[in-house]
């Protein structure tokens, strides 16, 4: 193992983990939800179930690596008064932190927000300062991933970390160009403790054009993924999603299998899969959705709503490039990337030996 250890909020069922664990590095996770624990659990990762409120720097003491993606529900109406108030508070809350106001009035200030999952944003914010002032041992590094919205949010911790020793970058990163066969977009931050800059991973593959040819380009960028590589189907399918239709068919989204999948949501398992000829095939499995993330074909996913913690999770092939680059590691290896097709679940950890107290008799 290298000598990091990762504290991963909001963990869900193990993206970010997973991810950490093909580059040797020890993760602990906090989540609270039972299902992705569940997961979890059943994947061998180190897991707090609880509340990430009730936990700080001080209950991982080993940990020199912060991480989170936390839940993002109030962002995604950005653009709405909701959004932008949303928005507005938490940009306000940052400044109070790092100007070191009474915790007290932040928490009770906190609990009056129209939204309480609003504050969970500021929550690695919170671990991050408290490492510094009460542990008196900054994170190494750290790395938080979100939705697009969330990125202004982002840009408010790069002044505020940057203010406290960090280098930092943040942007939108696309899930394609990074070899995940779906075009999902992230709000990524990535933060080094010290005075070296830090850089977002640069794209290793080319970014999806609808009608555009994959291997169009200079070739200084590998062609993008599609389904049809990652899935184990017999031959060329379509996927007709449901989603944000407003009942119209002809507006439904389709991708056909020579293509990245559409972003996968926690609905994933309402699209249709039909063959060219129209011939209704079998819809996505969890496995195949997980496929489609970049989890192993193997991944043991388990409790309840699996399709919520596959959409929810980051794309543990991204999350190898974001967290080496927030290293400043060369990019992962073509034997890393390919080592994501297979799950081995962790032996757990040997039971620590109990030290007796008091004194050890001698034996002559
Ligand atoms: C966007 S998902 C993160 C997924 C994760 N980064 C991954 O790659 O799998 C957000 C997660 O935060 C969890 N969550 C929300 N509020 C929480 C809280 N207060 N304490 C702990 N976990 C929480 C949700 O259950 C959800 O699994």
């Known amino acids: ?16 983990d997973v991810a950490a664990e093909k580059l040797g590095i020890a993760t602990a996770g906090v989540e609270w939800d039972s299902a992705a624990c569940t997961t979890r659990r059943a994947a061998g990762l180190a897991t ?26 109030t962002f995604t109406v950005a653009g709405t008064g909701a959004g932008r108030r949303a928005l507005d508070d938490v940009l306000a809350f940052v400044d109070r932190m790092v100007a070191r106001e009474d915790r007290e009035e932040i928490s009770k200030d906190l609990s009056k927000l129209e ?10 914010l919170r671990w991050a300062l408290e490492a510094i002032d009460e542990r008196d041992k900054p994170y190494r590094a750290i790395v938080l991933e979100q939705v697009p919205a969330v990125l202004p949010v982002w840009e408010a911790y790069a002044k505020a970390l940057q203010s406290e020793g960090y280098a930092v970058d943040c942007g939108l990163l ?21 005075g070296e800059a830090v850089q977002l991973p640069s794209p290793t593959h080319r970014t999806y054009r609808k009608g555009v040819a994959r291997d169009s380009g200079d070739g200084s960028l590998k062609p993008w993924s599609t389904m ?38 926690g609905k994933i398992s309402r699209n249709r899969v039909v063959g ?40 543990p092939r ?47």
């Open 1 to 16: 193992m290298h000598p990091v250890q990762i504290v991963d909020l909001f963990a869900g069922p193990g993206g970010l």
């Open 48 to 73: 707090w179930e609880g509340d990430v409120r009730r936990f700080g720097p001080s209950d991982f003491p080993d940990a020199d690596v912060l991480a989170g993606g936390p839940p993002c529900q």
């Open 115 to 124: 939204d309480e999952r609003t504050g969970l944003v500021l929550e690695p």
């Open 174 to 194: 696309r899930t394609e160009a990074f070899g995940v066969p779906q075009t999902r977009k992230r709000a990524v931050l990535i933060a080094r403790m010290g």
């Open 228 to 265: 049809g590589e990652v899935l184990d189907r017999e031959s060329p399918f379509l996927v007709i999603s449901n989603y944000g239709t407003g009942g119209d068919p002809k507006a439904r989204g389709r991708r056909g299998s020579w293509e990245p999948s559409a972003t996968v949501t």
């Open 276 to 315: 060219l000829d129209g011939e209704e095939l079998d819809r996505f499995s969890f496995s195949e959705a997980g496929r489609l993330q970049t989890f192993p074909t193997d991944y043991p996913w388990s409790g309840r709503d699996v399709g919520q913690q596959i959409g929810n999770a980051v794309p």
């Open 318 to 364: 991204l999350a190898i490039h974001v967290l080496s680059a927030a290293f400043g590691w060369n990019p992962p290896s073509d034997e890393v990337l390919d080592s994501l097709r297979t799950w081995t679940v962790a032996e757990p950890e040997p039971e620590a030996i109990p030290v007796p107290s008091g004194t050890v008799p001698e034996y002559v």
